[in-house]
């Protein structure tokens, strides 16, 4: 399956920090794919959290139901998305990312299985490529350019 790999010029744990937050990922996709999320369950990033995005797929609308299946910071986080397209089968996505600390630099790599056919895979697979790196390196410079989110504990009133 196809991997995917981007150096951000930040810390492991700023660049796992925006991945955790999966409802922020329409700040750094594909803005062709018209991305909106929802979490529907947990709260806050971690393993327990559950999503739903709605958006474009090569073309067609589609939506689908996303779980967190591995959560270990800063190393690596990986979310499956079981997706739904009026008209055909659910597919399954498991897009999983694995972060390694390279001095003040991050490299991210991204992992992708699937329940779709190989044969569709490698057909698809330089839209998949450019999708893909159209968001990495979107996430690339939302990370890079932002300041670090406090933890909410920072920004609650002195008592």
């Known amino acids: ?3 995917f790999t981007i150096q951000i010029d930040a810390p492991a744990e700023r660049v796992f920090d925006e991945l955790s937050h999966v409802e922020r990922h329409t700040s750094w996709a ?5 991305m909106t999320m929802e979490q ?3 709260s806050g990033p971690g393993p327990t959290a559950s999503y739903r995005s709605s958006g474009v797929f090569v ?6 139901d996303i779980t967190v299946e591995a959560f270990d910071p800063p190393r690596r986080f990986a979310i499956r998305s079981l997706q739904h397209q009026e008209g055909k089968k659910d597919v399954w996505y498991l897009n999983d990312y694995t972060l390694r600390q390279e001095g ?3 490299r991210l790599t991204k992992h992708v299985t699937s329940s779709v056919s190989p044969i569709i895979l490698f057909l698809a ?3 998949i490529k450019r999708d893909t790196m159209t968001s ?5 410079n939302l990370v890079e350019s932002a300041t ?6 920072a920004r609650a009133a002195p008592s």
């Open 40 to 42: 529907t369950a947990g």
């Open 104 to 106: 003040g630099e991050t």
């Open 148 to 153: 670090p989110h406090e933890p909410d504990t």
């Open 59 to 64: 073309g067609k609308d589609v939506s689908a």
């Open 30 to 34: 594909n803005p062709k794919s018209k």
């Open 125 to 127: 697979g330089p839209g």
């Open 1 to 3: 399956m196809p991997e």
């Open 136 to 140: 990495l390196r979107s996430l690339k």
